[in-house]
């Protein structure tokens, strides 16, 4: 079974930086493409963006240019690097590998 586990966020102003992580444990890590959501509370839960297994990564239009991820399957962890936040970058994060199996989430909140 796999168990996902997002962690990183908090409160941020504008302009700040955030960097999220995600442990995966029970799966083969190395081997799967890895995807951030977030999901704000006016709207559904959106791609921010995917890394695959080699290490190629594709954003959304939102994220292109300020966010960054990345992955470290040692430890079995991907990461998303947050820079220039914006208040509409206030979500529930959340990493999932199938988008099937997902973690409780990581709120980010950024104050104008």
């Known amino acids: 079974q796999v168990h996902v586990e997002e962690s990183g966020g908090g409160l941020v102003q504008s302009g700040g930086s955030l960097r999220l992580s995600c442990t995966v444990s029970?799966?083969?890590?190395?081997?799967?493409?890895m995807g951030w959501y977030r999901q704000g509370p006016a709207y559904q839960r959106d791609l921010v963006g995917i890394i695959t297994n080699t290490g190629s990564t594709h954003y959304a239009e939102f994220a292109q240019g300020r966010f960054t991820i990345s992955r470290d399957n040692a430890k079995n962890t991907v990461y998303l690097q947050m820079n220039s936040l914006k208040p509409e970058d206030t979500a529930v994060y959340y990493c999932s590998p199938n988008r099937r199996d997902w973690g409780q989430g990581t709120q980010v909140t950024v104050s104008s």
């Open positions: 029970g799966s083969n890590f190395d081997s799967l493409p």
